[in-house]
């Protein structure tokens, strides 16, 4: 018996990641597999996956499959610095507007949703395509970037193009935290695997702790090996991020819920988010 978990291939989940004891937890039995959001949420629903990063949109659709690891999250008070919505015009000025969408999200697609019919009251159409941003120029009014992709494409960003933070309207609307991305872990892995599950809860967390205690240095050296980009800019982006799960992110993800279920985004209403602690035991918030 083992743990399959499923690692969030970006850079804003991988704190919970970097200082993990992985050869150890291989040891235990452990397996990791890395994939972009929407495939880790397809392989969490069909038990492929055991634990680990999905997206708080798939967490909903299967809330009560599923219970979410305590005090972990992906999350913004406000800018995310990931999860941008690039524009020919204004916002404002897109109705009737045809608006590209990333395949590698479920939230931050939602939230888009969400953000364009309720709040700016918009008419828009969508089309769902890989994420490139120069193609998606090409062929849409406005699209949607996530990930180490938004990243990228934000710094190369033509002057001419409209970008628009997608936490930071959150923000502005709700005054509620946004949170992407939680740790979920099946129902019937709490029953068979609780101690193995305690282990890997306790290292995302440690490891989470260390990346904040030291201000994500050695993890930043890491990433611009791979990525480039200043060692200010990736500061100031994991200064936006925020990974704990608060009372007041519980109450964020409530009110994405209930929007999400009013625009019938969700086929059903999430009446209970259930918190798994390592003691085996979950409360309900």
């Known amino acids: 018996m083992g743990l399959v978990i499923g690692e969030i291939s970006y850079t804003n989940i991988l704190p919970m990641f970097y200082y ?99 709040f700016y009251e918009l008419n828009v159409t969508y089309e769902t395509t890989a994420p490139d941003y120069n193609r998606m120029m090409k062929q849409y009014d406005a699209w949607l970037l996530i990930g180490d992709d938004a990243i990228l494409a934000s710094l190369s960003r033509e002057e001419t193009i409209y970008q628009y933070d997608l936490g930071e309207l959150w923000d502005n609307f709700t005054g509620f935290p946004m949170t992407y991305a939680v740790f979920a872990v099946r129902n019937e892995t709490i029953e068979t695997q609780a101690d193995l599950l305690s282990e890997v809860h306790y290292q995302f967390l440690k490891s989470k702790t260390h990346c904040i205690d030291n201000g994500f240095q050695e993890m930043i050296k890491s990433i611009q090996y791979q990525l480039g980009g200043t060692t200010s800019f990736w500061k100031d982006y994991f200064s936006g991020l925020n990974y704990q799960l608060s009372g007041r992110h519980l109450e964020g993800l409530y009110y994405f819920f209930d929007l999400a279920w009013d625009l019938n985004l969700l086929e059903k209403p999430v009446k209970n988010i259930s918190i798994w602690k390592p003691s085996g035991q979950f409360h309900s918030v």
Do not use: W
């Open 20 to 118: 993990i004891q992985r050869e150890r937890l291989m040891n235990l039995g452990c397996e990791f597999v890395p994939a972009i959001p929407s495939k880790l949420n397809e392989d969490m629903a069909t038990g492929i996956v055991d634990v680990g990063g999905i997206s708080s949109f798939s967490y909903g659709e299967h809330s009560d499959e599923y219970q979410i690891l305590a005090d972990l999250s992906v999350s913004s008070i406000s800018k995310v610095g990931s999860i941008f919505l690039f524009s020919k015009r204004p916002i404002e000025e897109l109705e009737g507007s045809n608006i590209g969408l990333t395949s590698s999200s479920a939230t931050s697609v939602n939230l888009l949703k969400i953000i364009l019919h309720r």
